[in-house]
DNA sequence: TTGTCAACTGACCGAATGTTCGGTAAACAC
DNA sequence: GTGTTTACCGAACATTCGGTCAGTTGACAA
């Protein structure tokens, strides 16, 4: 009756889990297309076939990798703090949020901003993708047109800029440097909303 | 006498520099990796082998692509505006100059933003690329030093944050759209010097 | 001690990869 | 017209690719 089908102690070996967050260490380091079955073999320690005994293949490891990335954007979108209040606090919010998301689940993000859409996983991916930048995009918009935002520049450009600044966080963030999320957030949000000259 | 070696009219087809510039488009759609010789091909019209008959192979078509981009930015940093003056004010002209070369060799810097280090050409790209960076978050330290910069931040996190903003245009810039080089590097600079809040 | 089963190996498959090569048609030089 | 050069094609090359499958191993239960 104790522990009938409970995972008991594993008698070492890999489980779909660990070969994910491997192979997205593998597919952040060599990219995804520059990545054989044959590194990611290496990386884990076993034979290629092993794989195939924990994960379908290659492509629906990035599916999964892909997906995780794109729910914490999903549950972001859907939180009443990014729904309710003036514009430019939600979208203070959303910004913090994102940079949050992005160095919590940092293979994840990374992997899912350099799709270039090559295969039906990545244009799904990215079709998501897009969703989420709609979002933002309307938000800044809001936020300019409440005059919370410089009229000089185009809220679309805005955007651009800003949201490029926090996905730029992917291509060099190392949390072994001891920055935590919340104090790239603050460094990111003091330089796009207040500036850097003093 | 008259044009003995000049090149005169051609009968239509393609020479390296035709090759690399359409190879440079499909390189950045699909990714260096995630790209063919066959792709490559389909999108010049002609067969595999035609394309060996103007470039000796991928890897070098690759690396003549990084070249472009990195001679653009070793002449900007060789340039005497970037020596001499108040650090915030070379900084300025350096953000300026940046998003110059990146709007003007768009294909060829994006490529290179994208370079992993899969192989000797695109590890030699990533070192003069590293020399690069290494000057920028030296003049960033200048102009903290000077007093120029908000002391509340990290110099190097300000380096980061500012050049990931000038690098993530390549993800998004598109001419056709109508800003210029000078409108983008305007919006930036409004962006992080001087702050979006109004 | 025997049987079960999770976790894996090694040999292999067909397809795709980057590259080479012999040949060739059209444009040009003379 | 003849010879040369330019720009290409089609077939083949060795290698690597993602993936399959029949078997093996060792921990554990009975």
Redesign the interface.
């Known amino acids: 009756m104790a522990t009938p089908t409970t995972t008991r102690q594993r008698r070492r070996g890999h489980d779909p889990e660990s070969v994910l967050s491997i192979a997205v260490g593998v597919f952040n380091?060599?990219?995804y297309?520059?990545t054989s079955m044959e590194d990611l073999a290496r990386a884990l320690g076993v034979t290629k076939s092993a794989i195939y005994y924990h994960v379908p293949g290659k492509e629906q490891l990035l599916g999964r990798a892909l997906d995780r990335a794109l729910d914490g954007l999903s549950e972001m979108v859907a939180d009443e703090r990014a729904a309710s209040g003036p514009a430019?606090e939600r979208l203070e919010w959303v910004v913090r949020q994102s940079v949050r998301i992005l160095v919590d689940r940092l293979p994840y993000v990374t992997l899912l901003l350099?799709v270039?859409g090559?295969s039906r996983t990545e244009q799904v991916a990215l079709e998501r993708r897009r969703e989420f930048d709609a979002f933002i995009s309307h938000l800044v918009k809001e936020a300019a047109a409440e005059?919370?935002?410089?009229?000089?520049?185009?809220p679309a450009?805005?955007t651009?800029?800003?949201f490029?600044?926090v996905?730029?966080?992917a291509?060099?963030y190392q949390p072994s440097r001891g920055?935590s999320s919340d104090?790239?957030a603050d460094?990111?949000l003091?330089?796009?909303?207040?500036?850097?000259?003093?």
């Open positions: 380091e060599r990219g297309d520059g430019i350099r270039r090559n005059g919370s935002i410089r009229p000089d520049v185009d450009l805005v651009r800029l800003l490029g600044t996905n730029s966080i291509d060099w920055a104090d790239v460094a990111l003091k330089m796009a909303f207040t500036g850097l000259r003093v």
